[in-house]
C-alpha cells in the first residue's frame, strides 16, 4: 500500500478547462496522484468534500524589503499574506532592500533570510545599475530568475537608475546568460524635471503626483526600452504598464519578433485619476515623486 504524506479527499479539482471530484495525495511537497478514491494510507488527511482545489498562484513582482527596510514588508509578513491570497511562489524584486541585491554576497544574504522567514516558495532577481554589471555573471550563477532596471529615479538612493549604456550593455549580457531583464519604464529627463518644479513650488497634491508623470513619459521609455532589447536579442518583460497606448507598443514589437512582454496593475484597471485624487486629499501627500511600488 502506498504511502503519502498527505491526501485531500473528496475535493473539487479545478483544472484548465473543468471540475473534478477526485483525491489529491502529496509527498515531498509535490501532487503525486490524482483520482476517486484513493488507496493508501497517509500522515495527513483532509476532508475537503464541498471545498475546491485550485493550483497556486504566481507572483512574479513582489517588494519584500528585506534586509534593511524589514519594517517596510519582511519575507514573514509578506509570504503569510500571499499564502493567504492562493500564491504559492513569488518573486522578489532587487531593490528596497538594504544593500540591494546587485552582486552574489548581497544574494546570499538575502536568501539566507528568505529561507528562514519565507512560508512559500520563492525567487529572486538581480539588479542591473551603473558600475555592477561585471556582478551580472555571479548573480546568474546563485540563481536569479531574472535581473531588474529602473528607467528613472528610484524611491530609494542606494538603487540607482540605469542609463542607456549601462541598460544596452546590461541586456546584452543578459542574453549571453540565458535570463531576462525586466525594465520599470519612464523618462527620467521628463519626471525628475516635473517632479522638481512641483516641489519646487510646493504643489504637492495627488494631482500635482499624476501631472509629474504624463503618458508620453512611459511611452518613449517602453519605445526605447524595447528599441535596446530588439538590438541585443534581449528578452524583456516591462513591469506595470499603466496605459493601452504602452500596451499597443508591446504588441506591435511582438508581431515583428521581438521577444517582449509586459504586465499592468489592479488599480490601473480599476481607478481612474478622479479615484486617486479622492484617495489622495485623506492621506499626506506623497514624500517622492515615484510611480507606485514598483
Not at 477526485?22 to 500522515?43: C, F, H, N
Not at 464541498?50 to 513582489?62: E, F, M, W
Not at 496593475?265 to 515615484?290: F, I, K, N, W
Amino acid at each position: 500500500m502506498t504511502a503519502y504524506d498527505l491526501i485531500v479527499r473528496d475535493a473539487t479539482l479545478v483544472g484548465d478547462e473543468d471540475l473534478e471530484e477526485a483525491d489529491l495525495a502529496i509527498s515531498d511537497g509535490k501532487i503525486v496522484a490524482i483520482g476517486p478514491e484513493l488507496e493508501g494510507s497517509a500522515g495527513e488527511e483532509i476532508d475537503a468534500r464541498g471545498s475546491q482545489v485550485l493550483p497556486g498562484a504566481i507572483d512574479a513582482h513582489t517588494h519584500f524589503n528585506e534586509p534593511g527596510r524589514t519594517h517596510w514588508e519582511g519575507f514573514a509578513t509578506g509570504s503569510q499574506a500571499l499564502a493567504a491570497g492562493g500564491m504559492t511562489t513569488y518573486i522578489a524584486m532587487p531593490l528596497n532592500a538594504y544593500p540591494p541585491t546587485c552582486h552574489a554576497e548581497r544574494f546570499d544574504e538575502k536568501l539566507t533570510l528568505a529561507e528562514v522567514s519565507s512560508l512559500v516558495d520563492f525567487a529572486l532577481y538581480g539588479g542591473p545599475v551603473p558600475g555592477n554589471l561585471e556582478h551580472l555573471e555571479e548573480l546568474a550563477e546563485r540563481g536569479v530568475a531574472g535581473f531588474k532596471a529602473f528607467m528613472c529615479t528610484t524611491g530609494t538612493i542606494d538603487f540607482q537608475p540605469a542609463d542607456d549604456l549601462t541598460l544596452y550593455e546590461g541586456m546584452a549580457k543578459a542574453v549571453g546568460l540565458g535570463l531576462p531583464v525586466l525594465v520599470h519604464v519612464e523618462n527620467k529627463e521628463i519626471t525628475d524635471e516635473l517632479a522638481r518644479r512641483a516641489v519646487g513650488t510646493l504643489r504637492t497634491t495627488m494631482r500635482d503626483y499624476l501631472d509629474s508623470r504624463p503618458v508620453v513619459a512611459e511611452l518613449e521609455a517602453i519605445s526605447r526600452a524595447i528599441l535596446l532589447a530588439e538590438e541585443t536579442g534581449c528578452s524583456l518583460h516591462v513591469v506595470h504598464v499603466s496605459t493601452g497606448q504602452g500596451i499597443n507598443l508591446v504588441v506591435a514589437a511582438r508581431e515583428r519578433g521581438v521577444d517582449v512582454t509586459c504586465e499592468t496593475c489592479a488599480h490601473y484597471l480599476a481607478l481612474t485619476e478622479e479615484d486617486a485624487e479622492m484617495l489622495g486629499r485623506s492621506q499626506s501627500a506623497p514624500r517622492r515623486c515615484v510611480r507606485g511600488r514598483s
